[in-house]
């Protein structure tokens, strides 16, 4: 047996609400079970992206288990676009948000050449949103 692929990615973050609703406004995240977050029930924030899950740990409430040295703004989190790279390149402008990179040349996970826009999220971690380029 081997892995099938990633099921989320944990990030750590300054501020929680913030968070949630950046990734929410350019990438059309969903909360889930954000009921159960409020009410301390569950140690984090849960969002979907696509098919899969970001689990948004607070800093000041560290969940356990966790990464050793969890740090505020150390992510570098890459997003497959469902568009073309000027659909992602405008929806980051749309967003109000910086570009800091592109579009360039990226080669996509599955070997497809693709096309990249960066920006950054609250708390600096690197976003980048990969579009395949060969239709």
Known sequence: MAAAGFDHVAITVADVEATLSWYER?????????????????????????????????????????????TVGSQDLCFRWDGSVESALAAVEGAGLEVVLGPVERPTSDGRPGASVYTRDPDGNLVELLAPTDG
């Open 26 to 70: 350019l990438l059309g995240a969903r909360r889930l079970h954000h009921e159960l977050y409020l009410s301390g029930q569950m140690p984090i924030a849960l969002l979907q992206v696509g098919a899969n899950r970001i689990s948004v740990h607070d800093a000041a409430a560290p969940a356990l288990p966790g990464a050793r040295r969890p």
